[in-house]
């Protein structure tokens, strides 16, 4: 299937300070890159997404960046805090609207840490 | 209350024991998946259904199975279960991909 590569598994920052992590894919058909959050013990969150026909979106204090000549996308957390603390992870779908919509690639994770 | 519903939350089984894991949503989605998560290598899914009676592999379908009998219910059947397959199991609902709801998750161990 495709490969996802996210860095850095783990992300230590002190409180308002920012994160950002990075997904790397290969596949040129991938077009939609959703980012999950998954608290300790407990389900994954869908947090914020973005088609491949935009490079950028913003809710607050989260962010997501696309590069599709780079093959990369990130994740910005501005202004953290504790309760950003989890474990984050992107994902990618290859030819959304065609054959494989359903199938969703998850990168490794990022354990993220704030300390107050 | 929108939800996804798993169901056992903990199962112990022995090698080769046949088992079911339940999937229920209530919020009349067509699109459900399966996932399992190790350590390390984050989430990968298992099978996904586009609508009743539509299913489709994911990454790692090898030794489990799936129905889409009805729009609510997904289960995921692991017909000669293995110690490779000790896991915690979460299914997903959504309108679409991605997944909005992920239901609370099996942890399950193969003996």
């Known amino acids: 299937g495709e490969n996802v590569e996210q860095h850095p598994s783990t992300l230590s920052v002190q409180e308002g300070d920012s994160a950002v992590i990075k997904c790397t894919y290969s596949?040129?058909?991938?077009?939609?890159f959703p980012w999950y959050k998954q608290e300790l013990g407990k389900r994954p969150q869908l947090i914020i997404d973005i088609r491949s026909n935009v490079g950028e979106k913003k809710d607050q204090r989260i962010a997501v960046t696309l590069n599709k000549t780079a093959k990369h996308f990130s994740l910005h957390i501005t202004e953290t805090q504790p309760e950003d603390s989890a474990v984050y992870f992107c994902?990618?779908?290859?030819?959304?609207?065609?054959?494989?919509?359903?199938?969703?690639?998850f990168g490794q994770g990022t354990i993220l840490t704030v300390h107050p | 209350e929108a939800q996804v519903t798993q169901n056992p939350r903990y199962l112990i089984t022995v090698t080769g024991k046949k088992l079911t894991v339940t999937c229920s949503q209530n919020m009349n989605h067509e699109y459900m998946s399966w996932y399992r998560q190790d350590p390390g290598l984050g989430l990968r899914q298992i099978y996904y259904s586009m609508n009743v009676e539509v299913t489709d592999k994911g990454d790692v379908p090898e030794g489990y199975k799936v129905s889409r009998k009805e729009k609510r219910n997904f289960p995921l059947i692991l017909e000669s279960p293995s110690p490779n397959q000790t896991s915690l199991y979460f299914c997903?609902?959504?309108?679409?991909?991605?997944?909005?709801?992920f239901g609370q998750g099996t942890r399950l161990t193969v003996v």
């Open positions: 994902a990618l779908i290859r030819n959304a609207g065609g054959t494989s919509y359903g199938k969703l690639t």
């Open positions: 596949d040129s058909a991938s077009n939609y």
């Open positions: 997903a609902s959504s309108l679409g991909p991605p997944e909005a709801f």
